[in-house]
């Protein structure tokens, strides 16, 4: 039989998730929600074009993906999910297999990224549906497309950000600077913090001799980041008689911070929203495989 698409998968995977409230890894999840759908060892050796993953384990992980956005799952750590309050009350609200109408309202879940956990809802509601793909041309779709797996890659990143040490968290913005093309090489970015760092996270050489430096506090915070953190960054590059500072965090900045580092002109601040997005177009953490799309050479049939 061919492989379910992946919003049939997302009620094997729920049902599974709610047999073990404590959790479990990915790969289980996805191994039971193909014995749910029957699925024989030929079908399970089915591969995406691109080779990469099993079809399979492709659609149950578009299906949590649904499930997370709803707030009815979450991953506490790498390869592993585990239903959140909200999700285990939607269960026992739903004790039955879900209709079409539930599925569908699950797997058309509004696809903007939470910098945060999950905002808990109210068991048997969902997001607002997207746009009804069947008036769009391909080209459309292929965009819609390409924008979904780039929303979900921004939130899997913002996750793995945050479950990382905060020593790696300081390397791997050193890393996306370095891609970005600051320092002339690798070595001129260097990690500092640690006790009595002063707010100072790396410091990055743009020149050889090092005149010319940027200072980085690289943070993961829980909520948004107020003008006191920004104002106690901006001290501290006082301290070290800089003009140039990146604050950079996982989380979101007030308004009243934003305002703060516009106003001194010295700061730049980078929210966790646009550090996911940055770490996508420079390739940190994240490969990108072309696609090759079709298109007539009309020049050549008009020769």
Same mark, same amino acid.
């Given at each position: ?28 999840? !996805? ?11 030929? &079908?399970?050796?089915?591969? @995406? ?17 649904? @499930?997370?956005?709803? *707030?009815? #799952? ?8 585990? @239903? ?9 609200? !739903?004790? =039955? ?10 797997? #058309?879940?509004? @696809?903007?990224?939470?910098?945060? %956990?999950?905002? %808990?809802?109210? %068991? ?17 779709? +292929? ?7 780039? =929303? ?5 990143? +913002? ?8 020593? #790696? ?6 890393? +996306?600077? !370095? ?55 901006? *001290? ?6 800089? =003009? ?6 996982? #989380? ?18 980078? &929210? ?17 495989? %072309?696609?090759? +799309? ?10």
């Amino acid at each position: 039989m061919p492989v379910p698409t992946y919003d049939k998968f997302i009620d094997p995977v729920l049902r599974y998730l709610a047999l073990h409230p404590d959790g479990v890894l990915a790969r289980e999840a !996805h191994d039971a929600a193909a014995s749910a759908l029957g699925l024989s060892a030929a &079908d399970r050796a089915e591969m @995406l074009p691109s080779g990469g993953q099993a079809v399979y384990k492709n659609r149950a992980g578009w299906a949590h993906d649904r @499930l997370k956005r709803a *707030g009815y #799952s979450s991953s506490p750590k790498r390869g592993a999910w585990r @239903l959140t309050p909200t999700g285990a009350a939607f269960v026992r609200d !739903h004790p =039955n297999p879900l209709t079409d109408d539930e599925v569908a309202a699950i797997a #058309s879940q509004n @696809l903007d990224v939470q910098l945060g %956990p999950a905002t %808990p809802k109210k %068991p048997g509601t969902v997001g607002t549906p997207t746009t009804d793909t069947t008036t769009q041309s391909p080209d459309d779709r +292929l965009e819609q497309a390409l924008q979904e797996m780039r =929303n979900s890659v921004v939130g899997e990143i +913002l996750e793995l950000l945050a479950q990382v040490p905060p020593q #790696s968290f300081e390397s791997i913005v050193l890393d +996306l600077l !370095h891609k970005m093309g600051y320092g002339t090489s690798r070595d001129d970015l260097q990690r500092v913090g640690g006790a009595g760092d002063g707010g100072i996270d790396g410091i990055i050489s743009l020149d050889r001799l090092g005149l010319d430096k940027v200072y980085v506090q690289a943070k993961r915070w829980q909520g948004a980041v107020g003008r006191p953190v920004v104002q106690g960054f901006y *001290g501290a590059l006082a301290g070290q008689r800089a =003009n140039k500072g990146v604050f950079i965090t996982t #989380s979101s900045f007030t308004q009243q911070a934003v305002d703060f580092a516009r106003s001194v002109e010295r700061i730049v601040l980078v &929210d966790g929203a646009r550090l996911a997005e940055l770490m996508i177009d420079f390739e940190v953490g994240v490969t990108s495989r %072309p696609i090759r +799309l079709p298109r007539i050479d009309t020049d050549y049939f008009e020769a």
